[in-house]
């Protein structure tokens, strides 16, 4: 269904910040801002790991368009998502919190794990876009955990989160996106938001175009959603790990579907340019977590915070930029808010920038708690009841783990997270651990109680048709 929605709740922070978030933004996107509020455009891939991007060093051309974009714009070699999963990353995105800050994530209720919406009262982008004069729409593959019923719809004018027969493809998300833009007011700028799914199960295997096709091996021919549920049991339930057979079968079928996506970039692009919004447009391309093909035992995602989960592209072109650079100063998906705050003018940029917190360069964070209800009913779920919180100074990471298995890794020597430096290293361990744990208990001091999303009969079958919820062959 598309759904109209609109909030007006003002969260007053210091003007202090604005001061900091003014020398943040010369790291984030360069000094300058054009006199005329951008048009701002938000693309998430759903499900992308950073290294299957030939711009960030993947041996298959998988995205020739988004390498063209990154020549032209700011490439983050260093972007960390602040979860493994939808809902607590884009709430990150949207709120410029961490998950232990925005609460939107799974919480033990009782004796359950339950899945909270992000908070009515927790401040969106979108909502002060939308005071600030914007026009504000989105178009959301993911029609599970994108839904309205988990609090993204704050802010937005224009909602999509339609479900249709199957999952919805890029070309639908940006026919749609279209289709809203035709209708919006030339004279005023928009916030556009968009969400593609086509590299998340059942990834997309459909034909490329002859000389995308070229560059790839052919996507398996086999069953997306029986073939990836071959490398679950292989990966989590049994004690052999894959074979080197199975996972490159998985593989073809997921960067197939990274290129379908890509195709989509291209056409979107394309449609900016025609209606003269491309020039004056901050476009922010980056993913709300990656994947895992068996590292560290593991397949899919949400189960744990290594960087085959949260290492992510990330890519932004702002307004008039025509050089490209590469970033290697950090960034967390957290910093989206501010990051938009930073290029859009005089005192519609202050009022952005004094909403959101503003986050350092490090050290950052990523946090998974347990894992989805559907993973923890499995027969290998107790290994994914505990609580995880990642924190990084580069080229270091420490993860805080409530079983007591804590583990820092250096990622610069071990980007694999193969050699757990614990013990060989007690005293960065330890510094590392103990901020971890303050950030953490002071954010759960201030996250709102919001309630558990409520899962209708139909967003139930919303999330079994994406895989959330039973899916086995």
Known sequence: ?????????????????????????????????????????????????????????????????????????????????????????????????????????????????????????????????????????AVVANWAYLSANFGFAQGFDHYDDTRNKDSRRAPEVNRLAFDWLATVDAERPVFLFLNYMDAHRPYNVGPLPGERAAKLPAADPADPRKLLNQLVRAALATPAPPSAELIARVISQYDVGLAHADLAIESLIAHLKKLDRWNNTLFVLTSDHGEYFGEHGLAEHSKDIYEEGVRIPFVAKRPGQKQGRVVEAPISLAAVPALVASQIPGRDGTRIAERFPVLPDEPTFAELRYSRPNDLRKPYGPRFLRERTAIYRLPHKAILSSDGNHELYDLRSDPGELHNLIEREPELAESLLQRARAERERGRTAVPQSAPAELSDEALERMRALGYVDDED
């Open 1 to 137: 269904m598309v759904r109209r929605h609109s909030s007006k709740r003002a969260r007053p922070i210091g003007a202090a910040r604005f001061s900091i978030l003014a020398a943040l933004a010369t790291v984030l996107l360069g000094a300058g801002s054009p006199s005329a509020p951008p048009d701002v455009v938000l693309v998430v891939l759903d499900t992308v790991r950073a290294d299957h991007l030939s711009s960030y060093g993947y041996a298959l051309e998988t995205t020739p368009t988004i390498d063209a974009l990154a020549a032209v714009a700011d490439r983050y070699t260093n972007a960390r998502s602040t979860s493994s999963w939808t809902v607590p990353s884009h709430a990150s995105m949207f709120t410029g919190l961490y998950p232990f800050q925005h609460g939107a994530q799974a919480r033990r209720d009782g004796d359950e794990i339950v899945e909270y919406l992000l908070a009515p009262e927790m401040r969106t982008l979108a909502e002060v876009l939308e005071d600030a004069g914007y026009q504000t729409g």
